[in-house]
């Protein structure tokens, strides 16, 4: 069985910062591109960043110089550490997961306040 759980949203002042974690299980983690994306109300899912098997990373402009992706291939875990945090950063952060199938995680709440 699949699973990737997300950890570390909240609430934060603009521009502080978070750390998210995605820990995932059945599957091989290493041959998997991890991404995080994310959703605010009314508006479309869309990437934020991910990190391919090799680790090569990819930003959306919106995020650049603020966020950066990792991965922990030992622990099957991916992070996001999100730094000078923006009010229009708020969303439901979600992992992804793909290689031969696409999998996604349950979600986590990120509120930042002005």
């Known amino acids: 069985q699949v699973q990737l759980v997300e950890s570390g949203g909240g609430l934060v002042q603009a521009g502080g910062s978070l750390r998210l974690s995605c820990a995932a299980s059945?599957?091989?983690?290493?041959?998997?591109?991890m991404g995080w994306y994310r959703q605010a109300p009314g508006k479309q899912r869309e990437m934020v960043a991910d990190v391919t098997s090799g680790g090569t990373t990819a930003y959306a402009d919106s995020v650049k110089g603020r966020f950066t992706i990792s991965r922990d291939n030992a622990k099957n875990t991916v992070y996001l550490q999100m730094n000078s945090l923006k009010p229009e950063d708020t969303a439901v952060y979600y992992c992804?997961?793909?290689?031969?199938?696409?999998?996604w995680g349950q979600g986590t709440q990120v509120t930042v306040s002005s």
């Open positions: 992804k997961a793909q290689w031969a199938k696409i999998y």
């Open positions: 059945g599957i091989t983690f290493s041959k998997h591109v």
